[in-house]
């Protein structure tokens, strides 16, 4: 069942972003764009890099999203006009693709409850019989902080240089076009 979950989230992550770069309409792909780091978030949870999946969702989804939108709403008039047009609802994309991506999220969050309330999952049986699981009162900070120093630098550093890319991008959409 763990590999069904997996692969349905490597589906929804690798449709969404097929979706996100085919589209021309900044609001939708902004949206799909939600959708893939949330898929990509889960499949952190299944390489056991809660840290990293947690943190995927507090940076990208409430720090650089939030702001991409809130750039997206702040920018030209003319890129908002499409969206003002009432046939111009997300299920007007190709309506079978945003169907199949809904419906498909829908199945993924209903197997993964049930799944989970089922059984727990062999990677966390397998953590409590060679008594690695982590508790409430382990020291991770310590260890996440000499990880990130030592073996994950180049990652830490490339993730940087993204954020600040994603800044700059949302800075530039939120000026205002200077009458020439």
């Known amino acids: 069942m763990e590999t069904i979950l997996f692969y349905a989230f490597a589906t929804l992550a690798i ?3 097929l979706l996100l ?19 990509m978030a889960g499949l952190y949870l299944f390489a056991l890099a809660d840290f990293v999946a947690i943190t995927q969702i507090m940076v990208y989804v409430g720090g650089v999203l939030i702001l991409m939108l809130f750039a997206f709403m702040l920018s030209n008039k003319e890129l908002l006009k499409d969206l003002q047009d009432s046939s111009g609802s997300f299920l007007s994309m190709p309506r079978w693709q945003a169907v199949v991506l809904a419906i498909g999220f829908l199945i993924l969050m209903i197997f993964g409850i049930a799944e989970w309330h089922q059984s727990i999952p062999t990677w966390i049986q397998q953590a409590k019989e060679n008594n690695t699981e982590i508790i409430p009162t382990d020291n991770n900070i310590q260890q996440i ?8 630098v180049l990652p830490f550093e490339v993730i940087s240089v993204f954020l600040m890319m994603a800044l700059i991008g949302a800075s530039h959409l939120s000026r205002k076009e200077r009458n020439r």
């Not at 770069?21 to 898929?39: D, T």
């Open 21 to 39: 770069v085919n589209l021309k309409n900044i609001a939708r792909a902004l949206f799909l764009f939600f959708i893939v780091l949330f898929a």
């Open 15 to 17: 449709g969404s972003a």
């Open 145 to 152: 902080g000499l990880r990130f120093m030592t073996f994950y």
